[in-house]
């Protein structure tokens, strides 16, 4: 089956760095998106990587390892309002959108 | 705002009730997409139209019926749902729909209670 894995929930500082994992089994492979969302809003377009390596856009980064079946979204210089859940997507071989559970972001002051 | 709207934001209906969603989107794009989010659960795909064609339908219960009379707007008619049918239903449109790697635009989502 496909299977897209991601931590559930974590806590960071304000002002510090974090890195929310996403680790993915999928029939095939046209590239990984990362989304967020804001409690009670749409989800919003991020990141997408469908070649290794690191895209560097802003405060965000995004990173992905085919090899691997692993990304990452590096979030620095963290403000209260990234506060939010970040979801993990996979496009596979049939160019659906395969999700992961979402990784709710709590960030104290 | 991401150029996708939905109505209502907030929805409480009874098992027998008949009730629609409603999803515009303002981008031009011609692939129009449902959703259902769960808590803690992924997004689950319900159906794709491309063009106003259904070109998706993943075993989703006939108790939801979709309609799409043109490219700009997308409907979910709901009639005796159930309770486990409570959650956040996601509209979202991307440039085409098929073989591309297009990103998808989100509209908020209707939350729906069924009592």
């Known amino acids: 089956g496909q299977n897209i894995d991601q931590p559930t929930e974590m806590t960071a500082t304000e002002g510090a760095i974090v890195q929310i994992n996403c680790t993915y089994q999928?029939?095939?492979?046209?590239?990984l998106f990362w989304y967020q969302q804001h409690a009670g809003e749409a989800p919003t377009f991020l990141s997408y990587?469908?070649l290794d390596g690191l895209e560097e856009k802003g405060r965000f980064s995004s990173f992905l390892s085919r090899s691997k079946g692993y990304s990452y979204l590096l979030l620095k210089e963290l403000q209260m309002k990234d506060s939010a859940s970040y979801l993990c997507a996979v496009l596979d071989s049939n160019y659906q959108l395969i999700w992961g559970a979402g990784t709710k972001l709590i960030i104290k002051p | 705002e991401t150029g996708v709207t939905q109505t209502p934001r907030h929805l409480v209906m009874g098992m027998t009730n008949k009730k629609s969603l409603k999803c515009e989107q303002h981008?031009?794009?011609?692939?129009m997409y449902w959703y259902k989010q769960s808590a803690k659960k992924p997004l689950e795909l319900m159906f794709v139209y491309n063009f106003k064609e259904q070109t998706e339908n993943n075993s989703v219960p006939s108790r939801f019926s979709p309609e799409c009379p043109n490219s700009s707007h997308l409907f979910l008619h709901l009639h005796t749902l159930q309770p486990e049918d409570s959650a956040l239903y996601l509209c979202a449109s991307s440039p085409s729909g098929g073989e591309h790697t297009d990103t998808q635009y989100f509209g908020p989502g209707t939350r729906l209670t069924v009592l």
């Open positions: 999928t029939s095939g492979f046209n590239g």
């Open positions: 981008l031009g794009h011609n692939a």
């Open positions: 990587n469908v």
